[in-house]
Structure formats: C-alpha cells, structure tokens
C-alpha cells in the first residue's frame, strides 16, 4: 500500500472516530435524558407553574418516559402517581374521569400534585422527597432535629431510596435544565 492510500486510511479512520465522538455521545444523552411529551409537559407546567426541568427530570426518575410503567406499591404511568393521590388531585381539578397511564392526564395530574407539594413545603428537595416518601414522613423528618435545623430544608434524609431519588432527580435536573 503506497503512502497516499495510507493517508486517506488515516484520515477516514479519524473522521469515523470523530463522528462517533460526537454522536455518539448525543446517542447516548438522548436514551438517558430522553424529551418526550414536550406538549403535554408545556401543558401542565403552564397550568400549574412549576418549571418544565423539573417535570422532564422527575418523569426521567420515576419512569424514564414509560407511560405503561407500574410499580410494586401501586404508583402508575410517567410520574408513578398513587390512584388515591391521583383521585384527591383530579377532583381539585375538575376532572371526573381519568386514566393514569394517559400521558395528558398522568403528567397533568401529577405536576399538580408537585406543585401543591411545592406550595405546601416551599422547598424543592422537600418538595421531592414528599413526592417520594408521602407529605406525612417529610413534616416528620422536618420536625425532627437528626434530619432539619429549620423545620422547613432537610439536611439529612432517612429512608435511602428517597435520598438516592433525590441524588438522581438532581443529576437530570443539571441536565434538563441547560436544555430547557
């Protein structure tokens, strides 16, 4: 093989690795940090006020954008929303009828439900932990001076999934949040 057919090897091979770089590497961000549902989230976000990085990077957590995700303990859909919890927010919304694992109607009912959270502990860590664990342990932990100094943040949290939830949803949410 002569020296110029050497060269275009050399310079086809580094493209290729160039190309794959590139990407590559936004292959592998689209299957982790996927942007599905982008109208229904601008939906609910704008009816409820929460912001739309939040929403992505909560259903990135809790369900990875699978609308027929189900849990062990019952939660249902891309937010894994809690049928009584879903209940008790679609009568606050007006709505009589639902199916949770309806994108719409799951990411609407469950970005109202995280914004009552929000309003109720003013926290978006709290917030989230709440989401995860239930609003009755998180007024718990607030109260107890191992796991607040304020009664209104957490500076430790008890049950290691809902730490580890709150680790992953802030990982997303550095993400989601450039691109949103």
Known sequence: MNAWAKGII?????????????????CVYGYLFPVKFETEIEQA???SGVERAVVFSLINVESHFDENASSSKGAVGLMQIMPST????AISLG????DLQEP????????????????RFEDLKVALASYN??????????KDERYSDDG??????PFAETKNYIEKFEKNYRYYSKKM
């Open 10 to 26: 050399t310079i086809f091979l580094c493209l290729s690795f160039l190309f794959l770089a590139v990407f590559g590497v936004q």
């Open 45 to 47: 976000c704008a009816e």
């Open 86 to 89: 879903a209940q008790e927010v």
């Open 95 to 98: 709505i009589k009828d639902f």
């Open 104 to 119: 719409e109607q799951n990411i609407r009912i469950g970005t109202a439900y995280l914004a009552k959270l929000l309003k």
């Open 133 to 142: 664990a239930g609003p009755s342990n998180v007024s718990a932990w607030l």
């Open 152 to 157: 209104k943040t957490l500076k430790d949290i």
